[in-house]
């Protein structure tokens, strides 16, 4: 039975490519070939409000918000609900 790869942006998008000239993109490149399940909340945020990986993202944040208590990496209470209304519209 074949193993199952963890679903990363890099399997949905393909390798980062370029520079990340922000502090907001270094975050995005350092987190990219990182599994969803071992993102923080601020950075399915961040991957929300920045529409990377949208459908998949978004699916990830609202099991979250469904399952999982809060873990304390957000800049403000309800940053990741917050994110998922956004990239809802």
Known sequence: MPMVQPTTVANIIG????EAPTT??????????????ELSDI???TFLNQRIALPQMLAEAKRRLDSEPREDTEYFDDQLA??????DK
């Open 24 to 37: 907001l993109l270094q975050h995005c490149r350092d987190a990219w070939d990182t599994p969803f399940k």
């Open 43 to 45: 950075m399915v945020a």
């Open 82 to 87: 917050e994110a998922v209304l956004g990239a």
């Open 15 to 18: 390798p980062w490519k370029g």
